[in-house]
């Protein structure tokens, strides 16, 4: 090969290598620009406050702020203007994105109304008709938990009804079109609805529509079961019926009584102590008599 044609041959393969060399350096620095634009914030709207479920969106409760691009969530929107006015599905804290799938589909649109996203996979909610007394004077709340007491005659007997627990601890969906109440303050509903499984649903329904229901409002903290066995007057006024005249009935007729015979007791005499000989004293002196012509003198003379 001559020297002409060694030299073309290196500067091409000069060529080809610089051009592969540059191919790869491109893409690169393309692949870090973008990863570049992917970490780059982008603005999306997010809630300024905490949104409970079933609130109406208004404007001061949302806020633009910078999200990361690679990390926005589907559904979220640059303008907050489209979201004012729309009613949340799902609870939103503060500094969630607000996205489409926590918003009531707009009118018109499959799945509307937002009681449908609040019952629970297998429930049903039910709505029963209740008044002031029977709604614990507008004190019971979406989120508690009630029991149901039903009052209607007993069949097969004449003017007698029973009352009796018939479904225990069943949460409160919505009192009226209520589904949160922030104040606390009691609000008489005509309806209170109440999320029940499909059995207690059919046995409440029927219980309704045979008499009169009753809401009992539990503590928070009470969710066991109760005891449950139904009241009807008899059972009210067997502690409260007034006493009857006893009738007299005569005293009972003594029986006799057989007294055992005394058997004679025998006194035993009681032993005598036979008398102490008696021990003379001992002699201390002795006595002298001295007879002197018919006279008797008698002298005693002591031991020492």
Known sequence: MTRPKAVIVVAILALVFAGIAAWLTFHYLQGE????KAVQPQQIVVAATDIPIGATISEP?????????DSIPPGSSLNPKPLVGRVAIRPISKGDAVTEQKLKPKAGGQGAGFMTYIIPLGHRAVTVAVNEVAGVAGFIT????????LTTPIPGVQNEKISKIILQNVPVLATGQITEQKEG???????VTLDVTPDDS???VLGASRGTLQLLLRNIADSGPTDA????IAKVLAGSAPPTAATPTPAPTPKP???AAKRPVVKKPRAVAAPKPQVPAPRTGHTVTLIDGGVRTTKEFVLQ
């Open 229 to 232: 066995r139904g009241a009807t």
């Open 61 to 69: 409760q949302l806020k633009v702020t910078s999200w990361p691009k």
């Open 142 to 149: 979406p989120n508690d938990r009630v029991d149901v007491v």
């Open 185 to 191: 303050k009691p609000v008489v509903v005509p309806t």
């Open 257 to 259: 009584v057989k007294v």
């Open 202 to 204: 059919e046995r409440l």
């Open 33 to 36: 620009m973008d990863k570049t």
